[in-house]
């Protein structure tokens, strides 16, 4: 170990007792998740079962951000969404686009929900691609309510894709 590494070290305690006397604000800032039944999609000419079939299989790999008070009664969630997707056999394309959802929940209630695409490049023979969203970012009252609600995101399905992925987790 270095002796940078071992002066940080033993620094390390007095930068964090420091933080320890000032008050930070209270934030309400919601909950950012992935909606685990939505975080899988995959695409395919019939059978999703086989494998042969598929166009694109698709995963939301997670979210990742941060909450900060952006006036005096408003805070504001900025984050990112990472994304991952192979392409099938039975794809002849070298660029896919996805629908994604950003919803706001208050338990089983959606008050808000946006749909946005996101892309992968399969060029030059890749058949795995991965993408990442822009800073997504959403402003929230400064209230003890915020805290209560969720940012969800997923892939944005059809029916038949939904129905698909619900008998799946059934069985």
């Known amino acids: 170990m270095t002796r940078s590494a071992r002066i940080a070290i033993l620094l390390a305690p007095i930068g964090l007792a420091a933080c320890a006397g000032s008050k ?58 990472g994304f991952a997707a192979t392409n099938g056999p039975a794809s002849t394309l070298t660029e896919q686009t996805l629908p994604y959802f950003v919803a706001i929940t208050e338990g089983d209630r959606i008050i808000a929900k946006k749909v946005y695409p996101v892309n992968f490049d399969f060029r030059n023979g890749a058949d795995q691609a991965v993408a990442t969203t822009r800073p997504i970012r959403l402003s929230f009252p400064r209230a003890p309510r915020s805290a209560h609600q969720q940012v969800l995101v997923g892939f944005q399905m059809s029916e038949a894709e939904l129905n698909s992925v619900l008998g799946a987790a059934a069985r």
């Open 24 to 81: 930070a604000p209270t934030l309400y800032c919601p909950q950012v998740a992935v909606l685990q039944q939505a975080s899988h999609l995959v695409r395919a000419k019939g059978d999703a079962d086989d494998v042969a079939a598929r166009v694109i299989d698709a995963r939301i790999t997670g979210v990742a951000g941060a909450c900060a008070k952006t006036g005096k009664a408003t805070e504001r969630v900025t984050f990112r969404i």
